[in-house]
């Protein structure tokens, strides 16, 4: 049963991954010029098969990797919600990035080094989306993970003290709220 779980779900989010990515690109007489909103998110047959087809591929090659802890807590749609409204920090904390990597340099207020940090994440998919937030935000590149524990190597254009705090800080709060 938990081998259906897991192909179902990857197959699910593949499926809704490709449908995302092909928004409005189906018939050729529904297109973004198109006066009905309505018709901008139609999707045409042939997409919709070849959709599913690839959906089922990926779902029967990559399912063991995807739901390897046979865990579902993911399937909750309480934490897609919560991840959707992640993404509002997430670019706040970016522009803020953007406006002092561009302050730094040009002030040439510049020490980089690379610091580690302690975020106390237990989960993979904690750990990948904190890399991956850091990385996203300018100033902040993620090096490496430790292999014992959840600390990271992050390269800080500016090294100050209390890493932990101010580079992984308020996304650490937000990923607990739907990955651990």
């Excluded at 009905?36 to 998110?41: F, G, M, S, Y």
């Excluded at 865990?71 to 509002?88: A, D, G, K, Q, T």
């Excluded at 803020?96 to 040439?108: C, E, Q, S, T, Y």
């Amino acid at each position: 049963m938990k081998r259906v779980k897991a192909f179902l779900a990857t197959f699910l989010l593949a499926l809704f991954v490709y449908l995302l990515l092909t928004l409005a690109t189906g018939m050729p007489e529904y297109s973004m010029a198109s006066n009905d909103p309505w018709n901008q998110i139609i999707w045409s047959f042939e997409e919709l098969v070849f959709g599913l087809s690839i959906s089922l591929i990926v779902a029967a090659v990559v399912d063991h990797i995807l739901c390897r802890t046979k865990n579902f807590r993911m399937m909750n749609p309480v934490r897609w919600v919560i991840m959707l409204f992640y993404s509002i920090p997430l670019f706040i904390e970016m522009a803020k990035a953007n406006f002092d990597v561009a302050n730094r340099i040009i002030k040439g207020d510049i020490e980089p080094g690379i610091v580690k940090i302690e975020p106390d994440l237990e989960t993979d998919l904690g750990l990948t989306f904190l890399a991956n937030s850091i990385t996203l935000t300018p100033g902040t590149l993620t090096v490496d993970l430790s292999e014992e524990g959840s600390d990271m190597y992050i390269h800080w254009i500016k090294v100050e003290d209390d890493p932990t705090e101010k580079i992984a800080g308020k996304f650490v709060k937000w990923i607990r709220r739907f990955a651990e």
